[in-house]
């Protein structure tokens, strides 16, 4: 999984590389609204999800990415005031 940390928050995304879903675990200190977006190395956003979060542990899946081709994808996790960004490899 490749971590990404900003304080009070916590992102984690597996397996990487994936097949055919992506798992996002985010850890928050705070009750937020997110927007998580997969993007392509092109740049093209392939799915989005907006979701508000509680503080503690939230899980989100992104499923039936079976379709996609292989390659360099990134999560992006937009909130207010910060971005995180990790890089997964579709197989």
């Given amino acids: 999984s490749i971590d990404g940390v ?9 397996p990487n590389p994936f097949r055919d879903h992506v798992t996002v675990n985010i850890e928050s200190n705070s009750d937020e609204s997110l927007s998580m977006l997969l993007i392509n190395s092109e740049g093209k956003i392939i799915s989005r999800k907006n979701v508000n979060i509680n503080s503690g542990t939230s899980t989100y899946y992104f499923n039936d990415l079976q379709y996609l081709p ?3 994808y990134f999560m992006s996790i937009n909130r207010k005031n910060a971005t995180n960004k990790m890089e997964l490899v579709k197989q």
């Avoid at 900003?6 to 597996?14: D, L, P, Q, R």
């Fill in 70 to 72: 292989a390659g360099i």
């Fill in 6 to 14: 900003i304080k009070g928050f916590t992102v984690s995304a597996s």
